[in-house]
């Protein structure tokens, strides 16, 4: 059975450049729908995470756990950008 990424990455294509002109071209176009879709996706993960303080216990469930993602992924992005210089 494909997964969700699996099916992602074959909708969007190859992402990474092999150094040749033509091909890296798509690639970086590829580049740039998966960085619109991340981005889409975070939004929404943004907008769960505001609910992590409802008093409904669905709501906050999702709201606390969204929010968890967050600090992760910022921890693991702060992480790899302060280690490019």
Known sequence: MIDIYEVTKKLIGRTFPIGETNSDEKSFENQKELEQLIS??????????????????????????????????????????????
């Open 40 to 85: 889409s996706l975070i939004g929404e993960i943004l907008y769960i995470s505001r609910g992590k303080e409802r008093c409904e216990d669905s709501i906050s469930k999702a709201g606390k756990q969204a929010f968890r993602y967050l600090k992760s992924l910022r921890d693991d992005l702060n992480e790899t950008v302060d280690g490019v210089k």
